[in-house]
């Protein structure tokens, strides 16, 4: 069972004072909605740890940082918590480092080419996978769980079905290339295209596009991945758009 006391402190911290409100001028993720989406992430977090058998948060993982735009709430909500900021974008890195106090981790384009050095309570990872072809799903959810404490989680986030929706409404890429992505989705559960130049962002490197993904496919991923468990998959969670997946420790055939 979930820690309650646990979750009751992170309430009342999170209520205690209130959250940053400036931004970087090189955030590229501003908009009307910026506060609403990290707070929405302290909301999937929670339900995270509520579905979990984490004991404490002593050490969090932020992937990837940009530049802070969960990472604010989350130091509200766990104050005495060690933080580390990883991104390719080093002025994100750097920002949420002098800003909210976080170990800098400048990533790599192949992120299981990051050694972290040590092990995490908790792993927010708040739109990477929908970025990614589904080989390097497979491999950097593997990867992250290297990185778990005994009873650490890992919190990520997906494009799921209702993805399709969304791109109606706001394209993620042009329309051939999602063509393809959801041709994909349909074939194997998991689709993707790279961006074109003109669509590419800033500090992205060429090998990311966008990703769409079946529940099933996700955790099917998982299913094989040994000394972890899946804690739960929420559909359209985090900020009414991304689905959630929860996994970590202990193992589904060990005692907590």
């Known amino acids: 069972m979930y820690n309650m006391a646990l979750i009751e402190r992170c309430l009342s911290d999170y209520g205690a004072l209130p959250v940053a409100t400036q931004v970087s001028p090189n955030d590229q993720m501003q908009n009307q909605w910026y506060l609403e989406v990290g707070r929405s992430a302290v909301e999937v977090i929670l339900a995270g740890l509520m579905s979990s058998y984490v004991p404490q948060v002593n050490r969090v993982l932020d992937l990837p940082c940009g530049h802070g735009r969960v990472l604010r709430h989350l130091v509200r909500m766990f104050p005495t918590a060690e933080f580390h900021a990883c991104d390719l974008d080093a002025d994100g890195v750097r920002y949420c480092a002098e800003q909210f106090g976080a170990v800098p981790v400048v990533s790599r384009p192949e992120l299981s080419e990051v050694d972290f050095g040590t092990k995490y309570d908790l792993i927010w990872v708040g739109s990477l996978f929908t970025h990614v072809a589904e ?15 005994a009873r650490g989680i890992v919190v990520a986030t997906m494009h799921g079905r209702w993805s399709q929706s969304v791109h109606q409404r706001m394209p993620y890429i042009g329309e051939d290339r999602w063509q393809e992505i959801v041709n994909g989705y349909h074939a194997r559960g998991y689709g ?3 961006y074109v130049s003109s669509e590419s962002v800033d500090h992205v490197p060429g090998n990311y596009g966008i990703s769409l993904a079946r529940p099933s496919a996700i955790l099917s991923m998982l299913e094989h991945l040994e000394g972890i468990r899946v804690f739960s998959y929420s559909e359209r969670a985090w900020a009414d758009h991304q689905d959630v997946v929860v996994y970590g420790k202990p193992a589904v055939d060990e005692a907590w």
Request: net charge positive; aromatic share 16%; hydrophobic share 45%.
């Open 192 to 194: 993707y295209a790279d």
């Open 135 to 149: 080989p390097q799903c497979r491999s950097w959810l593997a990867h992250l769980a290297k990185f778990l404490t």
